[in-house]
């Protein structure tokens, strides 16, 4: 994928002036946006390294987290642009599990290796290790080439927007979490939170700044409830009628959630988890489903718009934790002669379970894969 970066100030006025000097070349104006084009965007499930996934990871005295991405880095790789939920700290000291998380620093290279452009680090883990966990997790993806978005190290950086440039059409990509487990902000910028009003006043600047296409992150619902809350959907109504959202994709649940539609733009209400090692007694099958979404969009006549959703069920293998494009994986095991072994059997169970929490339509569909 070819993707540009951009960093666009969304206060006026020297304390948010952006770009410095001698970036100015990267805010060069985009293509005419009345050619017509497509882009995928894609956006994964919540990656949440508990101490079994580490200790999966572990080399002796580091961690390799890469294997565990092998799977889907065909499909992240060839989306136009990839965004990612990173759920927790990386990288501020000792690695450390539920409930106060720090994931090692190798997550991060592992991301931006498995292709991931940008991450949204805005969730209720955000301040598990305080200010230090914050510019640690940020420091750790800006040297993997991954981008971050959702917490702050200082105001000047909370007022700022990322905007991202792929197949000539930029995309913003904004985060926000509904909370952080009751532990007090560093600052009041650390973390942003849900608030529809402020999610559309970020948005409408995006787009005065050039974005084509916003893009919003949030870390909302009740855990491991496959139906949207009513606060989701009062959320998502208030967000994508402003007009200024395109999409909006989300995180927590730790199960699938429908994908719906809200004039006429999608709402990805809960992808499930990407990694973790969650198995809980209530639901332990559905803890290890996730889905990829890829939005796919169409540029013409000087308007970019959602034209579908396709998603890729994922399902995290235990105790390997090696994430796996379910459908995929399945026929590669059908072609193989195993289609009848208790991996199949599992795959097919993963299959049926998120297709039939997520849907299926005209406008949402499970990526056309053959299965047996």
Do not use: K
């Not at 090692?104 to 592992?110: D, I, K, M, S, V």
């Not at 105001?155 to 440039?165: D, K, N, P, Q, T």
């Not at 499930?272 to 796919?296: E, H, K, P, V």
């Amino acid at each position: 994928m070819r993707v540009v970066l951009l960093f666009t100030a969304l206060a006026a006025g020297p304390a948010g002036a952006w770009p410095p000097a001698g970036d100015t070349a990267l805010l060069a104006p985009g293509p005419d946006l009345r050619r017509e084009a497509t882009l995928t965007i894609l956006a994964s499930g919540d990656i949440l390294v508990h101490a079994p996934v580490a200790i999966a990871a572990s080399t002796g005295g580091s961690y390799d987290f890469r294997p565990l991405f092998a799977r889907v880095r065909p499909l992240v790789r060839r989306a136009d642009l990839a965004l990612c939920h990173a759920e927790t700290p990386i990288g501020a000291g000792p690695r450390s599990g539920y409930p106060i998380f720090n994931a090692p620093a190798e997550l991060a290279a592992a991301i931006g290796w498995a292709g991931f452009d940008a991450c949204s680090t805005a969730s209720n883990h955000s301040v598990d290790r305080g200010a230090a966990g914050i510019a640690s997790t940020l420091a750790a993806l800006r040297r993997a080439g991954v981008r971050a978005t959702g917490t702050s190290r200082t105001r000047r950086e909370s007022r700022r927007v990322l905007v991202l440039r792929a197949e000539g059409v930029r995309v913003a990509f904004l985060s926000y979490t509904y909370g952080t487990n009751g532990l007090p902000l560093p600052r009041p910028w650390s973390v942003n939170l849900i608030a529809p009003a402020r999610i559309v006043v970020d948005a409408r600047r995006a787009r005065r700044a050039g974005a084509d296409v916003v893009v919003v992150n949030l870390h909302w619902g009740a855990e491991y409830v496959h139906t949207p809350t009513s606060d989701q959907r009062s959320v998502a109504r208030a967000v994508l009628r402003s007009g200024q959202v395109d999409a909006i994709v989300g995180q927590h649940a730790h199960v699938v959630q429908p994908v719906g539609r809200v004039a006429g733009r999608p709402v990805v209400y809960g992808e499930g988890n990407l990694l973790s090692a969650q198995s809980i007694a209530c639901c332990a099958a559905a803890t290890q489903d996730g889905l990829i979404a890829i939005l796919r969009v169409r540029v013409a006549a000087g308007r970019a718009r959602v034209q579908r959703v396709e998603y890729v069920p994922t399902r995290v293998s235990h105790p390997g934790y090696v994430v796996t494009p379910v459908g995929f994986r399945l026929s590669a095991l059908v072609r193989a002669g195993a289609g009848g072994g208790a991996e199949a059997e599992e795959l097919r169970g993963s299959y049926r379970r998120t297709v039939a929490v997520v849907g299926r339509s005209r406008f949402v569909r499970p990526l056309p894969v053959r299965l047996p």
